[in-house]
C-alpha cells in the first residue's frame, strides 16, 4: 500500500522559512515524479514544484520561482520543499503526490498518489 505522509507546516512570519518533507512508503521516489501542490481556502488546488527521476530536473510555479527549492533524498525515499522569504500569500494546505508517468508536472490528475497534506500559514 501506497502512503505518503507530509510534515513540516507550521506558523510562521512573513520573510521566514520553511521545510516541507514527504516521506513515501510503498513506491520509490526515484522511479517517480514527485511535487507539490498547495490549496488555500476557496481556492483550486495549484501546482507548486515537482521532480523528475533525474534529480536535476526540477520546476517550479513563476509564484514560487527563486524562492522555493524541492529536492530528493532516495536513501531516506523522501522529498522536501525548502520555502524561503515566505508570504502570507503561500498560506495554503501542501500536498505531496507521485505519478509513475508524468507529462505535465502541472497538472495534478496526472499524479497516482497524494498524502493528507500539511497546513502552512505566514502572517504578515
Known amino acids: 500500500q501506497v502512503q505518503l505522509v507530509e510534515s513540516g507546516g507550521e506558523l510562521v512570519q512573513a520573510g521566514g522559512t520553511l521545510r516541507l518533507s514527504c516521506v513515501g512508503s510503498g513506491l520509490t521516489f526515484s522511479n517517480y515524479v514527485t511535487g507539490w501542490f498547495r490549496q488555500a481556502p476557496g481556492k483550486d488546488r495549484e501546482f507548486v514544484s515537482a521532480?523528475?527521476?533525474?534529480?536535476?530536473?526540477?520546476f517550479h510555479a513563476d509564484a514560487v520561482k527563486g524562492r522555493f527549492t524541492i529536492s530528493r533524498d532516495n536513501a531516506k525515499n523522501a522529498v522536501y520543499l525548502q520555502m524561503n522569504s515566505l508570504k502570507p500569500e503561500d498560506t495554503a494546505v501542501y500536498y505531496c503526490?507521485?505519478?509513475?508517468?508524468?507529462?505535465?508536472?502541472?497538472?495534478?490528475?496526472?499524479?497516482?498518489?497524494w498524502g493528507q497534506g500539511t497546513q502552512v500559514t505566514v502572517s504578515s
Open positions: 521532480i523528475s527521476w533525474s534529480p536535476s530536473n526540477t
Open positions: 503526490a507521485a505519478g509513475r508517468f508524468v507529462l505535465k508536472v502541472e497538472v495534478d490528475s496526472e499524479y497516482n498518489y
